[in-house]
């Protein structure tokens, strides 16, 4: 028995989309140069810059998805970590505890949390899930991704990859990245040498 080509184009399309679920980020992978950045990734799957060969963030800053405000330079002096993510991202929902458990360790160290929500057509859908999950942190809202990709340097992080996972410095620059999901371990893993640098 001989399938249609509506049929098949239909097999095909099915296949791809059960696919791309298997990915460890949602999306089609990343894009920009890890060398533009400065990432040097290790076995670890964490993307790590020397010290002296880190780029500032730019402007990053909006409404978040509460309807507060927020501004990256009023952390200024602390370790940042910044995870974007997606509600309608599987791997972006499996992390959320773990981001959720290790900011509220690491706060009294001086370490500040903030997410970046993007390609959620509606602020509800945001909303929604950060309440499901009982995220202790403020989220930009940034659907369109222009805040993402203005603020970060060339090659940091992705529309295409998510979730993203990036720690700044004390002075703001890009010190450690991870493409998709992260688990407690991982997070100490990008978090404490930065901390450690004093």
């Known amino acids: 028995m001989t399938s249609s080509p509506i049929a098949r184009t239909a097999a095909r ?3 791809v989309a059960l696919a791309s679920l298997l990915l460890p980020g949602c999306g089609l992978g990343t894009s ?10 290790g076995a670890d799957g964490i993307a790590r810059v020397a010290a ?9 800053k909006g409404e978040t998805v509460d309807g507060g405000h927020l501004d990256v330079t009023r952390f200024k002096g602390k ?3 910044i995870n ?18 290790v900011a509220k360790e690491t706060k009294p160290k001086g ?3 903030f997410g970046i929500n993007t390609r959620d057509g509606e602020k509800t859908q945001a909303k929604a899930f950060e309440d499901e999950a009982r995220i202790s942190y403020p989220s930009l809202y940034d659907p369109i991704g ?9 090659g940091t992080v992705s529309l295409q990859g ?10 703001g620059k890009t010190a450690a990245r991870v493409f998709g999901g992260v688990d407690r371990e991982k997070l100490h893993m990008m978090i404490d040498p930065v901390l450690k640098e004093g």
């Open 13 to 15: 399309t099915t296949f």
């Open 32 to 41: 920009g140069s890890d060398g533009q950045a400065g990432f040097v990734t």
């Open 52 to 60: 002296g060969e880190r780029n500032p963030v730019g402007s990053i």
């Open 79 to 81: 370790v940042v970590v």
């Open 84 to 101: 974007v993510w997606g509600s309608w991202c599987p791997p972006c929902r499996a992390e959320a505890p773990y981001l959720n458990q």
């Open 111 to 113: 370490v500040e949390f």
């Open 146 to 154: 222009k805040t993402l990709m203005s603020g970060f340097p060339k």
């Open 162 to 171: 998510l979730p993203v996972t990036v720690v700044l410095d004390r002075e």
